[in-house]
C-alpha cells in the first residue's frame, strides 16, 4: 500500500475513469515530483497537503489519502476525532505554472474510518444544493463577477496588538504616493487604458494562466472603479459547485500571480476609506432541462417571468440572513454603505445599481438564456459554495412558498430617497454589522437547512461570533484621531 492511504474501504470516486486516466497521465509523465490536495476550510479559504507524486496510481482516487488532522482545520473536529481523508477530484488536477514539478488537485473531505463524507466540507454542502434542486427537476447556473485589489505592498504594524495595530497601503497608482506617474483617483478607475491603468499586463498574465494552465474561459478582465489596482476578472458561468470551485482557483492564481510579480492581490471587501470596495455580484438563473424559468417575453417587467419573480421574492425576503453568508466579515460592513455603488436597501429592480436585486437588460429582447438575478450584497470573502448554496435555497423557498417581491424600483435612486419614501415603498435596509447579520441568520435559518445543516451553521456562527468580538476589543487607530482628547 502506498504511504498515508487509507487502507479502510474504498470510496465511491466521483472521478471517473476517462478523468483519473488524463490525470494519472499528467502526474506521470511530465516530470511532476509532487501533488498538491487542496480543500477549502469552513470559511473558503484553500488548505493544502503535498503528496510525492509516486503515491498516486488508479486506486489512490478511491482509497484517498489519510493526511488530514481535523482538529488543526480550524471549525473542523475536535481533537477526539480528528482522522480525516482527503479523496483527489481527478478533473480537477492543473500543472502549477509557478511550480512546474507540482500538479493541483482538489479534494473531498472525509470522516475517518469510511464514515463518510464530512458534513462541514463546503464542497459537500454545494453538493447537496445540487441534489436538492435535482429532485425538484431544476437545474441552476451561477455566474460570478469577482473584484479585487492588486497592492505593491500593505506595511502591517501587529507585532504587539496590545500596544496598537496600524497599516499603509502602497499602490503605484494611487494618488497618495506620488511616484510622478500617472494616478487613478478616487473612483475614476473604471475603464482606464494604460498607461493610467497600471495593472493591465498583470490583470492579462492573470488571465493567459486561467486560461492556458486552469481551462477557464474568460469573458471580461478590466480595471475597477476604485484607485489602487482595483481590478476585475469575470469567467464563464455554470453550474453550483464547478463555478464554486473556479472562483476559488481563480482567487488562488490572482494571489499567486501577483506574488510572483512582487505585489499583493486581496479580495477583502473594503481595505480602502473613501473609495468603493470589492463586490461579488452573484448572477441566477433557474433551468428546468433547456427551458429558463426566469424568462417570460410576455411579462410586463424586464421579461421576468412569474417564477422570476417568485425567485427574487425568496432572496429579497432572506436578505437579511443571507448576508451573514454572503457579506461574512466584519470589514463587508464597511463596504456596504451608502454612496459606493453597493446595495444598502432590500428591494429589486432592472438595471438599477442601487437596488440589492437587478435584474440585467444588457440583451435585447428574445434573448431566454440571458435572464437571470444579480444579487449584490455578496463580496469575496465570501465562501464561494456555501454562499451559493444559500442563495439559491432562499430563491427556491420563493418559488415553493410563492413570496411575491413587491414592486420594483423605477427610475428612482434609492440612496436619494427620504426615509419616509422608503418606508412607504417598504424597502427595508441590510445589516450594518455582522453581529447584526448574524442575529439574522439565527433566527431565520429554516431555508437552509434542506442542505446547510446545524453541523455546519452552528460552528460558523459561533466562530464568527468570536471574530467579532475579538475586532470589536481592539481600538481602530482612526479612534485616536477623533477621541484622544477627549
Known amino acids: 500500500m502506498a504511504s498515508g492511504r487509507a487502507g479502510t474501504g474504498r470510496s465511491e470516486s466521483k472521478s471517473n475513469s476517462a478523468e483519473i486516466s488524463s490525470a494519472l497521465r499528467l502526474i506521470k509523465g511530465n516530470g511532476i515530483e509532487y501533488v498538491d490536495l487542496q480543500f477549502p476550510d469552513i470559511f473558503g479559504r484553500l488548505q493544502r497537503t503535498t503528496i510525492p507524486a509516486e503515491h498516486f496510481d488508479e486506486d489512490a482516487f478511491h482509497d484517498g489519502f489519510a493526511k488530514l488532522d481535523g482538529s488543526s482545520v480550524a471549525g ?11 479523496f483527489p477530484i481527478a478533473k480537477s488536477a492543473r500543472r502549477l505554472p509557478w511550480s512546474p514539478n507540482t500538479v493541483r488537485m482538489l479534494a473531498e473531505v472525509h470522516r ?29 447556473y451561477y455566474g460570478p463577477e469577482p473584484e479585487f485589489f492588486i497592492f505593491d505592498s500593505v506595511d502591517m504594524d501587529v507585532a504587539q496588538p496590545d500596544a496598537g495595530i496600524g497599516y499603509r497601503v502602497h499602490a503605484r497608482e494611487a494618488p497618495w504616493e506620488r511616484t510622478g506617474s500617472y494616478i487613478v483617483r478616487h473612483k475614476g478607475g473604471y475603464f482606464p487604458a494604460e498607461p493610467i491603468d497600471h495593472m493591465g499586463a498583470l490583470r492579462k498574465q492573470m488571465t493567459s494562466v486561467l486560461k492556458n494552465d486552469f481551462g477557464f474561459k474568460i469573458e471580461a478582465v478590466h480595471h475597477e472603479v476604485s484607485t489602487a489596482g482595483q481590478s476585475e476578472i469575470n469567467f464563464r458561468y455554470s453550474t453550483l459547485v464547478e463555478t464554486a470551485d473556479n472562483l476559488t482557483t481563480l482567487k488562488y492564481v490572482v494571489r499567486n500571480v501577483a506574488h510572483a510579480n512582487g505585489m499583493l492581490a486581496t479580495f477583502m471587501p473594503k481595505p480602502l476609506y473613501g473609495d468603493n470596495g470589492s463586490g461579488l455580484h452573484v448572477h441566477l438563473s433557474l433551468w428546468d432541462k433547456m427551458k429558463n424559468l426566469m424568462y417570460d417575453k410576455d411579462a410586463e417587467y424586464a421579461e421576468l417571468s412569474q417564477y422570476g419573480r417568485y425567485a427574487v421574492g425568496g432572496v429579497l425576503k432572506h436578505a437579511r440572513a443571507l448576508s ?110 455582522l453581529d447584526e447579520a448574524l442575529d439574522e441568520l439565527e ?44
Request: aromatic share 10%.
Open 324 to 433: 451573514a453568508i454572503v457579506s461574512p466579515t466584519v470589514n463587508s460592513y464597511h463596504r456596504l454603505i451608502p454612496g459606493f455603488e453597493a446595495p444598502v436597501y432590500i428591494a429589486w429592480s432592472a438595471s438599477n445599481r442601487s437596488a440589492v436585486v437587478r435584474i440585467p437588460t444588457y440583451a435585447k429582447a428574445g434573448v431566454p438564456a440571458a435572464k437571470r438575478l444579480e444579487y449584490r450584497a455578496p463580496d469575496p470573502s465570501c465562501n464561494p459554495h456555501v454562499a451559493f448554496s444559500a442563495i439559491l435555497m432562499a430563491a427556491l423557498d420563493g418559488v415553493k412558498k410563492k413570496i411575491d417581491p413587491g414592486n420594483p424600483v423605477v427610475n428612482e435612486n434609492i440612496y436619494h430617497m427620504s426615509p419616509e419614501r422608503r418606508r412607504s415603498l417598504g424597502i427595508r435596509e441590510l445589516p450594518r454589522s
Open 76 to 86: 473542523f473536529t475536535e481533537i477526539f476525532e480528528s482522522d480525516m481523508m482527503l
Open 112 to 140: 475517518g474510518y469510511g464514515k463518510g463524507r464530512f458534513e462541514r466540507d463546503p464542497r459537500w454542502i454545494g453538493e447537496k444544493a445540487e441534489e436538492h434542486q435535482k429532485g425538484m427537476g431544476l437545474n441552476s
Open 443 to 486: 433566527s431565520d435559518k429554516e431555508f437552509l437547512k434542506p442542505v446547510v445543516g446545524p453541523e455546519f451553521l452552528d460552528t460558523y456562527m459561533e466562530l464568527k461570533r468570536q471574530e467579532c468580538r475579538m475586532i470589536a476589543q481592539h481600538p481602530h487607530p482612526i479612534e485616536f484621531l477623533h477621541y484622544m482628547d477627549a
